[in-house]
């Protein structure tokens, strides 16, 4: 099973919400909007549009779009490695480059099929050792039924696993 190497930064999915950047876990800033967007967007396959994330995120705001600009500044230091820019975001998109981040979830997503049918006991025990709990356990965001509805589906797809 292909593993990234130990000093890539990390987003661990897979139970609590952690991040690890040169070996270190970063402190997570209290905001479990922040803390969700991160995993959202961390998540996504393709760019999202800023509508979508305040409506995922922000049905009662007076302004979303504020909201969302103030929790992507927060999100910048926890993404972004000092050489490398990872939160991409224009007037309508907002993404995260994955292709310098480890995160645990997708690893784990692309390989447990051909592990679970073909892997060796060894294999199965790395595919089990990634599992720390549920996706993003412990976190839940106030009258944001959208995103609950999001979470709850992958919650459910990675217990299958």
Request: charged share 25%.
């Amino acid at each position: 099973m292909e593993m990234a190497s130990l000093s890539a930064d990390r987003l661990l999915l897979l139970g609590p919400l952690q991040v690890i950047q040169n070996r270190a876990q970063l402190p997570l800033p209290p905001s479990r909007k922040v803390r969700a967007l991160l995993a959202y967007l961390a998540m996504a396959p393709r760019p999202v549009t800023r509508g979508k994330l305040c409506e995922l995120f922000w049905d009662v705001a007076d302004d979303p779009r504020r909201e969302l600009r103030w929790c992507l500044s927060k999100l910048r230091p926890l993404v972004d490695a000092p050489t490398t820019t990872r939160l991409i975001a224009d007037r309508e998109q907002v993404r995260i480059d994955t292709n310098s981040l480890d995160i645990e979830a997708i690893s784990l997503a692309r390989s447990a099929q051909m592990t679970l049918t073909s892997g060796s006991p060894g294999d199965l025990q790395s595919l089990r050792a990634l599992f720390r709990g549920d996706f993003l356990e412990g976190l839940s965001v106030d009258r944001a039924s959208l995103f609950d509805n999001w979470l709850a589906g992958q919650r459910h797809r990675f217990g299958q696993l």
